[in-house]
C-alpha cells in the first residue's frame, strides 16, 4: 500500500509501503529444546524501520477455530503486539493475523491485509503448499522454510480460493541490516501475478521478506459517516538465509 504524500509545490509524490509485519523468532524447528516460537506483530515501514501505531488483532493458528493470546508492546515506538506458542508435534504449522482495518486519510481507502507464516517442525514437511482458506491468500510455490539468498520466490495468488491475474504484489525488505537504496522506487519492489495468478522475486538479500497482494474490494462506513473502499491484502513473510 503506497501512502501519498503531498509537498509543498502541490505535486503528490507516492511514499514507501507500509506493511502487516508479522515475524517468528523460526521457520523451522528442530532442536527440542527449543521448541517456543516467538511472535513480533506490528504496523510499519519494514524497510526505513519506522512504525504506526496497530490496534489489537486476532492471531490464528492453521484457521479461523484457533486463536492465541496477545501481549501488547511497543515497535518504534509505536503500539504493536506479540505471542509465543509452543510446537512440540512434528508437521507445518500455519499462523496468520486478522487486523482491525486501518483507515488511511491519504488515500481515502480502509487497509486490512492479513499476514501468513508457515513453519515447519521435526522434520515433517506435508502439506506446506497447501491454503489455509483465507479468502485473500498466497500460497507458496516453493519450500517456504527453506530458502537462502538468491533464491527466487515463488507464489500464487488467490481470491476466493481462484487464481487472481494481474494483481500487484508489493515486496519489501525487513531492513534490521541498515542498508541504503539506490533511490527511494527501490525500497518497495512491485511484481504482477500472470493468468494463473503466479508471481516471482528474487530474495537478493538475506532477512526476512514481506509479499503484500493487493486486491480493492468492498467498502466500510468511516467515522465521518461516508462509505471507503477496502485494499485487501494477501501476505507471507519469508525468510531468506
Known amino acids: 500500500m503506497k501512502k501519498i504524500a503531498t509537498l509543498t509545490l502541490g505535486l503528490a509524490v507516492l511514499a514507501n509501503a507500509h506493511f502487516l509485519t508479522f515475524l517468528p523468532s523460526s521457520d523451522n524447528i528442530s532442536d527440542k529444546s527449543k521448541t517456543k516460537v516467538d511472535f513480533d506483530i506490528s504496523f510499519i515501514h519494514p524497510f526505513e524501520q519506522s512504525g504506526m501505531t496497530m490496534e489489537k488483532p486476532k492471531l490464528y493458528l492453521n484457521s479461523l477455530d484457533k486463536t492465541l493470546p496477545l501481549n501488547e508492546t511497543k515497535k518504534f515506538d509505536h503500539k504493536a503486539w506479540s ?42 514437511e506435508d502439506g506446506w503448499d497447501e491454503p489455509v482458506g483465507l479468502k485473500y491468500e498466497i500460497i507458496p510455490m516453493v519450500k517456504p522454510f527453506a530458502l537462502y539468498a538468491g533464491n527466487l520466490f515463488q507464489g500464487k495468488v488467490l481470491h ?18 541498515g542498508l541504503e537504496t539506490a533511490s527511494d522506487a527501490h525500497i518497495t519492489q512491485v511484481v504482477k501475478t500472470d493468468d494463473n495468478g503466479v508471481f516471482s522475486f528474487v530474495m537478493n538479500h538475506k532477512g526476512w521478506w514481506g509479499f503484500a497482494a493487493l486486491i480493492e474490494e468492498g467498502e466500510l462506513k468511516h467515522t465521518d459517516g461516508k462509505m471507503y473502499p477496502i485494499e485487501n491484502g494477501a501476505l507471507m513473510w519469508i525468510k531468506a538465509y
Open 83 to 124: 505471542s509465543s506458542y509452543d510446537i512440540k508435534t512434528p508437521g507445518v504449522y500455519k499462523f496468520f493475523v486478522q487486523p482491525q482495518p486501518y483507515f488511511e486519510p491519504s488515500e481515502e481507502k480502509f487497509i486490512s491485509h492479513v499476514p501468513k507464516v508457515v513453519i515447519s517442525s521435526f522434520g515433517l
Open 160 to 177: 476466493d480460493g481462484k487464481p487472481a491475474s494481474n494483481v500487484e504484489v508489493e515486496v519489501e525488505l525487513y531492513n534490521e541490516f
